[in-house]
């Protein structure tokens, strides 16, 4: 009903608005936006780049066979349209025709097919390379291009065992019949690998661009997007200009897109203050004073990040494998208070979904905070004094971090558990705290890599995931019925069926507390009164290509 | 002369190949994994190994020092694990702005420490030399973020004179140098006092004076000169120190230097790039202690006397 109700709000301000709201389908053409980034972007390689700084500006220079909506739901990209087969395994796509590289040749299916396999390459070093390795005949692939590199390092005229050779040419489960035909096929039925095909890794590449550049691909290259690379001069400046090939007609609406590299985001909101810039995010610091500020109030955007800060409790380490104890270490924490340390840059998290992921439940109760309570399930398990602990916390990677670990060791202090608040340099952390039997209980964030629960639970959460080095599941959680649950998820493909599957796995683990689930994030940015349409997006850093500047 | 010379190049590639070892050390002590820090916090075990395997990782120490030494004497220092740029390119593209930045601080240490040890040497335990000293300290003391963003905010972000940050013109240079070189001028005001201090009770500075020329002529050519020798030796140390990056100037002003450049790769593990700017910066200090040997000698000449 809320929705309803602010959809309908919207609806009237966009009628109140008439002018604003033409303009905004109708924006002008022209002008150079001037961002500034703290630090240079990675790569503009789309099979290597895996953080956020890239992806913004891979997105606008490569392009995918399906994009996002304004939230979530998959849409057509260069593919017109995709059909699954019946057993789930096979998605075919046609593609788009005429739809051309910035350097004029049109995109086809085989340059998807390439991109996939350059991606699969263990010479490729993608950081990718693991979400597709569930394609047909992927790890056959893989291991026939490990073998035959390792072959050829060690005699480069030797020559190949013929089966290793027939390996290494391609993934069977990659299929171009024709060049507006691609046909994905999968070991086993998976519904959300349609969002692992919206990954900026999955975008088209030109093979004959790869030839010519070779490693430095990253820093020229050639994609199908709304913009193409003029300059880039590392650690400095970054500039696109508009892909004169781009398909959408009319788009994008800005000349070229200007990057400044360096600094800090104290040195950054000075420079949009004056107005050298605009578009910024907003620093800690200077939180408060910006947004209420009446100047700025009005040009402030927001949205709530698909992500979890949590507290990890590493349950096969006493005395966090008892139960009551992480229940009760979850009543102890006031996540309000958490949030409000952040300038309440948060919500309160209730579970382990963020809002706006498919399955979401808002009626998750979660722990409240209740210290009385807290106590009592400490008495419950045989700790009526408390405990000591260590509490892991990373340093120098997020702002904060180090605030909520002091909150959260005064909090733990009132119903007597003794904190021990533990540094870490975030790579030493990295390494340390992925191995069984090493931390305690540590601090954590996970942000989505796309929009499905698979993505949080199964990763997250799944028992069966726990490795011996590098684990994702910091918790060392293994709770046979929960595994099964999202074992079973996994291969549905009755998207509201499946859900359901994953929202009782998810209820599940709040009930066990493997974590105290902290907040939520949210970000912000601020614009200039001339830059239009911009809006935030649940999955992207961006979507410039929809912005346009009033003169 | 000549022998000299050439033993001190010896210990130079002995210094250089020591630090390079130590580095390569101490990157494999650090409990963390660059093929983790490469393929990022969601990467599957299996492909970090895959990655490891690929970049090298899994041969054993000495082969990997091995390969990095036959690679390193012929110039090449490999790629950055993490942007794919490679390694010595990566520098010298950098180095200009560095260079600029470098000689911008020298110059405002200069300009402002010499004069100023030379005043408070002559007004030696007056009001002015107590106000020097003291400001001196200030400025020695105050942290360089602090004072590159007051400078900042003043200069840049209330009165709009100067550009906040960037690197571009003459006008984006000037906060930069100051915040950069204020601590030094304070520093090298002192060593100029103290030094001069000493040489103008010196029998031959009182000979001059005694030949009735004027006191500006005494103190700049028979004094200042005299009280020069050691400040080379630490103006040349500083310049080397400088050219390599100075990380937290850069980083307040978005100045794209090498010291922005070590940094990053510090944070991000990068080997080859760390590497490459840590033996940059040790390659720079060590020719900068031959340099000013060498200078040495012609400012005065009974320095190198016997040997």
Redesign the interface.
Known sequence: LKLFLCGNLFLLLLLGCGREGREASDGQRGGTLHL?GV??I??L?PA?G??TGSWAYIRLIYRGLLDYDEGTRLVPCLAEKWDISPDGLTFRFSLRRGVRFSHGREVVAGDFKYALERVLD??T?S?G??FF?GLAGAQKY?EAR?AA?RARRENPNALLDPQIRAAAEGVPGIRAPDPYTLEIQLEQPDVSFLNILAMPFAYAVPREAVEEYG??L?VHPVGPGPFQLEEW????RLRLVRNPHYYEPGRPYLDAIEV?????E??NI??F??G?LDLSSLPETDFVRLTSNPRWKPNLLSQPQMAIWYLAMNTQMPPFDHRLVRQAVNWAINKEHIVKIINGRGVPAKGVLPPGMPGYQPDLKGYGCDPERARALLRQAGYPDGFATKLWVRT?RYAGEERIAQAVQQQLAEVGVKVELYPL????W???AGQPGNCPFTVSAWFQ?YPDPSNFLD?LLNGKRI?P????NLAFYNNPAVNRLLDRAAAMTDLAARLKVYQEAERLVVEDAPWVFLYHPITYQLRQPWVQNVRLHPVWPNRLEQLWLKR | MTKRLFSRWAWAGVTLWGTSLLVFLIAFVVPADPARAYAGAHADPQAIEDIREELGLNDPLLVQYGRFLGRAVRGDFGRSFITGEEVLPAIWRRFPATLLLALGGLFVQLVLGLPLGILTAKKKDTLTDRTVLVLGMVALSVPVFWLGHTLQYRFAYRWGWLPVAGYGGLAHLILPSITLGLGGAAYYARLVHSNMVDVLQADYVRTARAKGLPESVVLVRHAFRNALIPVLTILGLDLAHLLSGVVFTETVFAWPGIGLLAMQAVLNLDLPMIMGTVLFSAFLVVAANIVVDVIYRFVDPRIGEGT
């Open positions: 500034a630090t240079d990675t790569t390689d290597i895996y953080d263990p010479a070093t950081p390379a693991c390795w893989r490990q590199s490693e430095n990253a001069v590392r650690g400095l400044t590299f360096g600094g800090n104290l040195v000075m420079r203050e004056r050298e120098g340099t975030f790579s030493v990295d390494e340390l890599d990763v490795v080095k590098h684990c994702n």
